[in-house]
C-alpha cells in the first residue's frame, strides 16, 4: 500500500509540531478542526483533557 505524501505531511506536523509545542506550553488547549486521517484521530484519541477534534467524513464516506 502506497501511502500519500499529503498523511505523510500531516503525521510529520503531529509529530514536530504539535507534540512539541504542547509539551512545552501544557496548559495550551488545542482543537483541531476537520481531522480526516486515522493518525490524527489517534492522536486526539491519546490525549488529554486539552486535546479535541471535529471530524468530517471523507468524501467518498458521505
Known sequence: MQISTFLIVKRAFIESVMEPLRQRLTALKVVFEHI????AADYVRDGNERLAATITPAASDV
Open 36 to 39: 480526516t486521517t486515522k493518525d
